[in-house]
């Protein structure tokens, strides 16, 4: 059958070996019905393809009323799936609006004033995958992390300017941090700036620096990350975080490899690979008018989707032997229990909507605790034990709908911590706070 999940995408397994030889998906295309255009076809490259109106965009429509990044198609886990980039005119499959849906064999994709059929097709497209099962100091042997690994490696080899994406916890500050031990400039700095956790006021200087009496206080020369990553690797990450009065200065530094520091009308060269990381859909920030898409075409020379830990639940055994060594920890009894012992099928259960840092977290809170009694991953709500005291049970409640709140806040809201804080009617510096504590950021 042509549509079914099975087919979409397929790997090849190794005889003797749990690790795929190679991936593959099944060439899916979309054919315009009806309009001067009829008939045109257009092929998927990859299992993520962009449809728009922009150049850029994998699939370009000749449609005015289609916005730059309209709409995204990825096969997930076997099935194609379509997500409206929040489009000024939205999206539809067969007259039904939406904004994510299974896409079936056959349907019609409306977007603005033009239709697409989309098709499965039998000619098997192959992705390309790493032979490793690490990179740098990213562990798995999935298929999702090996072509992960494929595209790092070809940003290791080059300067090219990388944007990761993917959600909160899902490495990455790694894969930055990779790229650049992996590349030839791995003897120069790797500065990281975190623009979500910088004030809007102080992340100029903390990015470009300043002169002495550039402003009330500046007493001292202050050499900001640009200048400090010269010969290195600058990462920029929650780059979606970024104002956007100051989007522009940071597009004319990218492009123009050099800086000025506030106060001074010297312009200093800087030799500096650019790593971006948001866990924004960015596409989605430049139809909405919030992020720049000049700076975000500079930024997107290489793009990198890190998957979710839900999407490679079988790294989890490699990910806690390698976070147990990173914990100092390999030889307890809880280690033992976490490291292929009885508490590891409850680890491969549990969904970790906070991903590799809320595993690590976990695994953390457990070493401390040395209690396998108190080890149980939490899954569902907290157990009424009247045998505790009132404050102990109710503040695992609070715990829980903490956590609970804040997992739903930062999905409806796109992983935009600032939309969410505002949503929820608090400070941003304070939700990221709370994000924190939970092992959501």
Not at 245 to 261: G, H, V, Y
Not at 305 to 312: H, I, N
Not at 428 to 435: E, F, K, T
Request: with cysteine; glycine share 8%; net charge neutral.
């Amino acid at each position: 059958m042509a549509g079914h999940s099975d087919d979409i995408p397929r790997t090849t397994e190794a005889i003797g070996a749990g690790t795929p030889l190679r991936a593959t998906f099944r060439e899916c295309r979309l054919t315009v019905v009806g309009g001067e255009h009829d008939g045109t076809v257009h092929v998927f490259t990859s299992p993520r393809v962009v449809v728009g109106a922009d150049q850029s965009a994998d699939i370009v429509l000749p449609d005015t009323t289609l916005s730059r990044f309209h709409c995204e198609i990825e096969i997930d886990r076997g099935t194609p799936i379509v997500r409206d980039l929040r489009s000024r005119n939205g999206t539809r499959i067969d007259h039904v609006p939406i904004l994510e849906a299974p896409l079936r064999d056959g349907a019609i994709l409306m977007l603005g004033r033009t239709n697409l059929r989309f098709d499965i097709g039998t000619r098997h497209i192959e992705l390309r995958l790493s032979p490793r099962d690490r990179f740098g100091k990213l562990v798995g042997s999935s298929v999702a992390m090996r072509a992960v690994y494929a595209l790092l490696e070809a940003a290791a080899g080059s300067d090219s300017t990388v944007l990761l994406q993917g959600e909160s916890g899902t490495g990455k500050d790694l894969a930055a941090e990779s790229v650049h031990v992996e590349s030839a400039r791995r003897d120069g700095p790797f500065v990281v700036v975190d623009c979500g956790a910088i004030p809007a006021n102080l992340l100029e200087v903390e990015l470009f620096g300043h002169e002495v009496g550039a402003f009330t206080g500046a007493s001292s020369a202050h050499i900001g990350a640009f200048e400090a990553a010269i010969g290195g690797t600058i990462f920029l990450d929650e780059i979606g975080e970024l104002a956007l009065d100051l989007q522009p200065k940071l597009l004319r530094a990218i492009d123009r490899r050099e800086i000025q520091r506030i106060g001074s009308n010297k312009r200093i060269p800087i030799d500096v690979r650019v790593v971006a990381a948001s866990n924004r859909n960015l596409k989605e920030e430049v139809n909405a008018r919030r992020f720049r898409s000049d700076l975000y075409f500079r930024l997107a020379v290489l793009v990198v989707t890190m998957p979710p830990l839900r999407d490679r639940t079988g790294d989890i055994p490699a990910l806690v032997v390698a976070l147990l060594d990173l914990l100092g920890d390999r030889a307890s009894p809880m280690a033992k229990a976490l490291d292929g012992g009885e508490l590891l099928p409850e680890l491969l259960r549990h969904a970790w909507p906070g991903n590799v840092r809320e595993l690590r977290n976990y695994l953390e809170g457990c070493l401390v605790r040395q209690d396998s009694a108190q080890a149980a991953v939490p899954a569902g709500e907290p157990v009424i034990d009247i045998a505790r005291p009132l404050r102990e049970v109710r503040d695992r409640w609070v715990r829980h709908v903490e956590q609970r709140y804040l997992e739903r806040l930062l999905a409806a809201h796109g992983g935009n911590v600032s939309a969410a804080a505002r949503a929820a009617g608090v400070d941003r510096v304070h939700l990221h706070r709370l994000l924190v504590k939970h092992g959501l950021r």
